[in-house]
């Protein structure tokens, strides 16, 4: 069963913010309405989540390969899974939305998810700490 969970909330809602900033900010980036942005947000959580799962198990075959064809395999993987994983959020976005949300291309895409996950990781140190602080 799918649980979901208050960080996973707290992510879609720090993905929302900043896809809106870039829709503000970069015009190859478009989003016709709040909504459709905090649909988005939901969209790359679960492309997001499915990607970092896919690289820390590529990552794990690569640290645990015991022959050196296995290593390689696991290495041109994690290769392709990088620049991939852009193409895949760009298709994913186009087959979803349509018009209605265009993310521009693979370099935006790519300074996207490189602030995304930058402030995802900043917000949950920031609650982190801030639930420590009021439980204590």
Not at 74 to 97: H, I, M, R, Y
Not at 130 to 135: D, G, I, M, N
Request: glycine share 8%; with cysteine; charged share 20%.
């Amino acid at each position: 069963m799918l649980r979901i969970c208050a960080v996973d909330v707290l992510d879609v809602l720090v993905y929302s913010v900043v896809i809106a900033l870039f829709v503000e900010y970069f015009p190859d980036v478009i989003s016709e309405s709040f909504g459709i942005t905090l649909l988005t947000g939901v969209l790359l959580k679960l492309v997001l989540e499915i990607v970092l799962w896919a690289k820390k198990t590529m990552l794990a075959r690569l640290r645990g390969a015991a022959t050196r064809r296995r290593r390689l395999v696991s290495a041109v993987t994690l290769l392709l899974l990088l620049p991939g994983s852009k193409f895949l959020v760009l298709e994913l976005t186009q087959l979803v939305f349509g018009g209605r949300v265009q993310l521009g291309g693979f370099f935006l895409v790519t300074a996207l998810i490189i602030v995304l996950m930058a402030a995802r990781g900043g917000m949950r140190r920031l609650v982190g700490r801030e639930a420590v602080a009021v439980s204590t």
